[in-house]
């Protein structure tokens, strides 16, 4: 069982430049997450979905967009990448958060340079 | 204020110690309580949720008390493996399932 996948694991991009992280999970969670964790600073939730082609913002979504074109997939992208974005992504996904709690991929470490 | 503050530590204790943190959250209206753990560049992992009446894990005991907006964490005869750091995390009000996560407090446990 797999639980939550992210990849990439580890990213360098310059300034300007967009990419794509991908998210999937195989336990059919409706809600799907996306955090940022830097240091000193609890995790940060950017976007989140509730569901199958539903996306939300989070407390930090400049600069982010995502998809949520199937259940089990979630995608964040950065449109152009800042320095300010060099951090740690984690997704999460979960049944029903307040009771079962979150689930989280390996994270993705971005710097940009 | 912070919605969630931690102790950030580092607490240093013996193996075979008896450890315990808190975390006090502002929102008096928050509801769901969890403690993660989260090993050194890893991602957090569920530890155990808190229950109103206090809950207890083996070793670990999770407390919450709401008239003074605190949760707890009790860690008995720590063990060398028990070293992470510990998160605790709260449910904003009336946002469904997004969480608010405190900074962390770092154990390590010295053999």
């Known amino acids: 069982n797999a639980g939550v996948t992210q990849t990439p694991k580890f990213r360098v991009l310059k300034t300007g430049q967009s990419m794509t992280l991908l998210c999937a999970q195989d336990?059919?969670?409706?809600?799907m997450y996306w955090y940022r964790q830097d240091p000193g600073m609890g995790l940060r939730l950017i976007h989140y979905?509730?569901?199958?082609?539903?996306?939300a913002k989070g407390e930090v979504p400049d600069g982010y967009n995502v998809s949520r074109l199937k259940k089990q997939n979630f995608l964040l992208g950065l449109e152009s990448a800042a320095p300010s974005q060099t951090s740690v992504y984690f997704c999460?996904?979960?049944?029903?958060?307040?009771?079962?709690?979150?689930?989280f991929g390996s994270g993705t470490r971005l710097t940009v340079v | 204020r912070k919605e969630v503050e931690q102790d950030p530590g580092p607490f240093n204790v013996p193996e075979g110690a008896t450890v315990a943190f808190n975390c006090t959250y502002s929102?008096?209206?928050?509801?769901?309580f969890f403690w993660y753990r989260q090993d050194c560049r890893k991602e957090p992992k569920l530890l155990m949720s808190?229950?109103?009446s206090g809950n207890e894990d083996g070793r670990f005991t999770a407390q919450l008390n709401r008239a003074s907006q605190y949760i707890s964490l009790l860690i008995r005869d720590s063990k060398l493996s028990d070293s992470a750091t510990y998160l605790c995390?709260?449910?904003?009000?009336?946002?469904?399932?997004?969480?608010?996560f405190g900074t962390g407090t770092s154990l390590t446990v010295i053999p």
């Open positions: 929102n008096s209206a928050s509801q769901s």
């Open positions: 979905s509730v569901g199958e082609g539903t996306t």
């Open positions: 999460a996904s979960s049944a029903g958060a307040r009771v079962y709690g979150y689930t």
């Open positions: 808190v229950y109103s």
């Open positions: 995390v709260v449910n904003i009000p009336d946002t469904g399932n997004q969480f608010y």
């Open positions: 336990m059919n969670h409706e809600y």
